[in-house]
């Protein structure tokens, strides 16, 4: 009975997911503006599919492996959806190819340059925010360069460099599982990175880079665990070099190593930062400020202060409130209290909790600590967080403020996360009583 059961739900893990993949790649072709209620049912069948995969704790590596890269596959041609991030990367690569800086300028400045090929005008039309400067940092700066080497203005490209960095990690997991046992538990990593459906959803289908930050961590964290710690500072300075955010990670690994440590990972810093920094650049700093200034969206702590503060006040407040947040889980961390995985999960969500912007595809910085440490918290705001593209533009509205929820969207995602917090602490009191 048992085996029928684990079956059963071996069949279904595989139906949903493939069912949701195909729907997404085939409509992704088909409709200019993609339904969202056909959004709805492709993701709910992969969440089903993913789910499926948990409750059936006998699957081999080989089976899991196999069908992650299928996964990747469909997604890699699916074209991306209610996202054109893409086109700044795309862009940002030329620019740094060309003119070595793609700190300098704005998208809005080659408007009307004839001498820009037709594809790359294109790609410059439909460019968010062109009157902004990137705010992509130097790492991901250097990989945008390379995938317009390779083929410029490819997607697809851009895609399969990706894809690379991604099949690193999976191919790790994969040969690690394998070295431990032939069937591997539902919570195992290699099933909760490989068929991650957000991950897969917002790195091979909607292109965006932050897995190369992600890569990263990853890498540091390995080269942690295994005491590499020279390969583990240059890692972390890479990670760094994608996103600012990642300096939350530097304490849970530089706290306590020797000087050659913090020597390497200042040293990574300033190789990635000072080619730019000489030219009067700062990483993506300046675009990141100046975003910073006018950009709100799906927000949560930062959007309940707005209800006491504005402005410059309302962003003070996230900041401090941060950092003060920050500094308590590093010193409970620190005291031995805390495991560092949890940790570090603690800390970014913390982060996040307070950031005037909260992307889905944020929440993949969690990822890498999620699949060692299994929090339901953290894996249903996976989900959740997907509510988020539920915006006055993709359910088919016409007039201003196309980019805002309406007003069921941020109670109900939020309410979800709540909940599985909620049970997920009143869980950990009764184990600590038992």
């Keep these: 009975m048992q085996f029928r059961s684990l079956a059963l739900f071996r ?11 195909a729907l997404l790649a085939i409509a992704s072709h088909v409709y200019l503006a993609f339904p969202i209620g056909l959004f709805a049912t492709g993701l709910v069948s992969i969440i089903l599919g993913f789910i499926c995969a948990l409750l059936d704790n006998k699957a ?22 209610y996202e054109d991030d893409f086109q700044r990367y795309l862009w940002d690569g030329r620019q740094l190819v060309t003119t070595g800086n793609p700190y300098d300028s704005t998208p809005s400045d080659a408007f009307g340059n004839a001498s820009i090929p037709e594809n790359f005008q294109r790609i410059l039309d439909n460019i968010n925010y062109p009157d902004f400067p990137t705010v992509y940092g130097p790492t991901f700066q250097l990989f945008f360069a390379f995938s317009y080497l390779l083929a410029p203005g490819s997607l697809i490209v851009w895609k399969l460099v990706l894809l690379c960095l991604d099949l ?21 990593p290699l099933l909760l990175y490989g068929w991650c459906p957000l991950l897969i959803f917002e790195t091979h289908i909607n292109a965006h880079a932050d897995l190369i930050g992600i890569s990263f961590a990853f890498i540091a964290w390995i080269c942690f665990q295994t005491r590499f ?45 000072l080619p730019f920094a000489l030219q009067g650049s700062w990483g993506g700093f300046e675009g990141q400020l100046a975003m910073g200034q006018v950009w709100e969206f799906n927000s949560l702590g930062f959007a309940a202060l707005g209800y006491f503060f504005d402005g410059a006040i309302q962003r003070r407040f996230a900041l401090g409130l941060t950092g003060i947040g920050m500094i308590f889980i590093w010193s409970y961390w620190k005291r031995n209290d805390i495991e560092t995985l ?7 969500g913390w982060g996040l909790l307070f950031s005037p912007v909260i992307n889905p595809w944020y929440l993949l910085w969690l ?10 918290t953290v894996w249903i705001s996976f989900f959740a967080v997907l509510l988020s593209y539920c915006t006055f533009q993709n359910l088919g509205h016409t007039g201003p403020g196309l980019f805002e929820h309406p007003i069921w969207v941020r109670p109900l995602e939020f309410s979800i996360i709540a909940v599985a917090a909620t049970y997920e602490f009143r869980q950990t009191v009764v184990l600590k009583r038992k």
Excluded: E
């Excluded at 020279?230 to 990670?249: H, I, R, S, Y």
């Design 11 to 21: 069949s279904l893990s595989v139906f949903f997911s493939v069912l949701g993949y």
């Design 60 to 81: 081999s590596s080989q089976f899991i492996f196999g069908f992650a890269l299928l996964f990747r596959i469909l997604a890699i041609v699916t074209l991306p959806i």
């Design 168 to 188: 690193s990690i999976l191919i790790w997991l994969y040969r690690d599982s394998s070295s431990k046992s032939v069937s591997i538990s539902k919570y195992s």
């Design 229 to 273: 710690f020279a390969a583990m500072a240059v890692a972390l300075a890479f990670a760094v070099g994608c996103k600012l955010f990642a300096c939350v990670l530097i304490p849970f690994f530089l706290w306590g190593k020797n000087f050659r440590t913090w020597g390497i990972f200042l040293l990574g810093i300033a190789l990635i930062y």
């Design 342 to 348: 949890s940790a570090i999960q603690f800390c970014l």
């Design 367 to 376: 990822l890498p600590w999620a699949i060692w440490s299994y929090s339901i």
